[in-house]
C-alpha cells in the first residue's frame, strides 16, 4: 500500500540558509501533519493542514511556513536555519472522512542538518 | 490539562521475558490513545490503537496494550521479548482534536 512520502530524505544546509521540505500524503487524505524530532527527543507537532487550510497550529517558529498545495502534497519552508533546527522532519496524513477516529501515518522523515 | 506520560525511558528486558512499557495520559475524557515504535534511524510505524472499542488491543509483532479508565493507563506488553524489539517506542494521545501529542519515548533494551 502506498505510503507517506517524504523528500529529500536528507538535507545539509549551512547556517541562514533555507531549506524546504516535501510531503505527499497517502492517496485522498486530505489532512497533513508536520513534526519535528530533535536527536533523543520526542516528536513535537508543528502544523497541520486540512483542506489546504491551516487547521491547528503547534510550536512552529515564526522562521518556519508551511502550506498544502491543490493535490494535498506539502512543503515546509524553513529560512534563516540554525543549528538547532537540525532534527527529523516527519509529515503524517490522515483521512478525515475515515470516522470517529483516523489514524495518522507518519512518513520516513527528511533528515535535517545544519552546519 | 492534558498530557502522556511514559515511565521510564529506558527499559531492559531479557530475551524471552515480559515486555512492560508504560503510558498515562491526563484528560477529561478518554483520549483515542496509540503506542509507535521506531527503530534506529528510521520512521514512526504504528503498533496498535485504541479508539474506544475493545478495552484490549492486539497490535503487530505480538504486541497488545490494555486501555484502563479508572487508572487512565494504556500500558504495553509483549509475553516474550525478542531481540528484533530493540527500539525506541512512543505512546501518543489525540484528545479528539485532531493531531496526536507523543510521551517523551522509552527505549526497550532486550538482553541477551
Known amino acids: 500500500a502506498a505510503g507517506v512520502i517524504q523528500s529529500p530524505r536528507h538535507l545539509i544546509k549551512e547556517k541562514r540558509e533555507t531549506a524546504t521540505l516535501k510531503c505527499y500524503p497517502i492517496p485522498r487524505h486530505d489532512t497533513v501533519y508536520w513534526y519535528q524530532q530533535g536527536p533523543g527527543q520526542d516528536p513535537q507537532f508543528l502544523i497541520s493542514f486540512y483542506e489546504k487550510m491551516q487547521s491547528d497550529k503547534g510550536s512552529i517558529p515564526d522562521r518556519f511556513s508551511a502550506q498544502q498545495f491543490s493535490d494535498y502534497h506539502s512543503e515546509l519552508n524553513m529560512s534563516s536555519l540554525e543549528l538547532g533546527d537540525s532534527a527529523l522532519y516527519f509529515c503524517a496524513s490522515s483521512n478525515s472522512r475515515g470516522g470517529a477516529m483516523n489514524t495518522i501515518y507518519f512518513g520516513e522523515g527528511s533528515w535535517l542538518t545544519v552546519v | 490539562a492534558q498530557s502522556v506520560t511514559q515511565l521510564g525511558s529506558h527499559v531492559s528486558v531479557s530475551e524471552g521475558a515480559l515486555v512492560l512499557l508504560r503510558c498515562n495520559y491526563s484528560?477529561?475524557?478518554?483520549?483515542?490513545l496509540f503506542w509507535y515504535v521506531q527503530y534506529p534511524n528510521q520512521g514512526l510505524q504504528l503498533l496498535l490503537k485504541?479508539?474506544?472499542?475493545?478495552?484490549l488491543v492486539k497490535g503487530i509483532n505480538g504486541f497488545e496494550a490494555e486501555f484502563k479508565k479508572s487508572e487512565t493507563s494504556f500500558h504495553l506488553t509483549k509475553p516474550s521479548a525478542h531481540m528484533s524489539d530493540a527500539a525506541e517506542y512512543f505512546c501518543a494521545v489525540n484528545f479528539r482534536d485532531d493531531k496526536i501529542i507523543f510521551g517523551k519515548g522509552t527505549r526497550l533494551h532486550i538482553l541477551p
Open positions: 485504541y479508539t474506544s472499542a475493545a478495552t
Open positions: 484528560s477529561s475524557v478518554p483520549p483515542y
